[in-house]
């Protein structure tokens, strides 16, 4: 039972816009700033979002983050064959005193 | 362009020893904070430890403290996990990733190295 809380999966058709809900507390999401990642099966996570909206280079600008209070959201627009991947949010816990990873949503796009 | 590159995975006992290194080239080594993650077959991401910097600060996921011990030499641009009584529940890819900041889980990661804890 992972920290933050993801859905498992979401699905959307092509050129659809969708978001990733991404649902923390005061201890994470609250008082830090999340990280999106992006993995393929069989590859290492990339980095998608950082500084809970901010891109960093290379990244599609299809991709954005946000958050307010203790939920941070990913939004994917222009939904695309090749987004179909495992995403995952991250953020410092103070409680914890370490970095959790939410339980990752798998992307299919129909 | 950053590369981190991980070695030292294979197969152990339970109870048994390894130690895992990370090499880090095309960046300063030593201006980033350096983490571990983890991710068991088929399951999520699993932050394990970081290290600040100098080695000033260092934290662990509960579930190894006692038992890992993260390390670092910026004059050989590598970080190293030594994990000791190894369970089969740390069966996992190990990854190392850099971070900006304490609470960053990576912003650039390794292509891992797979541990198999196992008899």
């Known amino acids: 039972q992972s920290v933050l809380t993801q859905p498992p999966s979401v699905s959307g058709a092509p050129r659809q816009r969708l978001a990733i809900s991404c649902s923390g507390s005061?201890?994470?999401?609250?008082?830090?700033?999340v990280n999106w990642y992006q993995q393929f099966p069989g590859q290492a996570p990339k980095l998608l979002i950082h500084y809970d909206d901010q891109l960093p280079s290379g990244v599609s600008d299809r991709f954005s983050g946000s958050k307010s209070g203790t939920s941070a959201s990913l939004a994917i627009s222009g939904l695309q064959s090749e987004d179909e991947a495992i995403y995952y949010c991250a953020v410092w816990d103070d409680r914890l005193k370490g970095v959790v990873f939410g339980g990752g949503t798998k992307l299919t796009v129909l | 362009e950053v590369q981190l590159v991980e070695s030292g995975g294979g197969l152990v006992q339970p109870g048994g020893s390894l130690r895992l290194s990370c090499v880090a080239s095309d960046f300063t080594f030593s201006h980033y904070w350096m983490n571990w993650v983890r991710q068991a077959p088929g399951k999520g991401l699993e932050w394990v430890a970081n290290m600040k910097q100098d080695g000033s600060e260092i934290y662990y996921v509960d579930s190894v403290k006692g038992r890992f011990t993260i390390s670092r030499d910026n004059t050989k641009r590598s970080l190293y996990l030594q994990m000791n009584s190894l369970r089969a529940e740390d069966t996992a890819v190990y990854y190392c990733?850099?971070?900006?900041?304490?609470?960053?889980?990576?912003?650039?990661w390794g292509q891992g190295t797979l541990v198999t804890v196992s008899s």
């Open positions: 990733a850099r971070g900006d900041y304490y609470g960053s889980g990576g912003d650039h």
């Open positions: 005061t201890s994470n999401i609250g008082s830090n700033v």
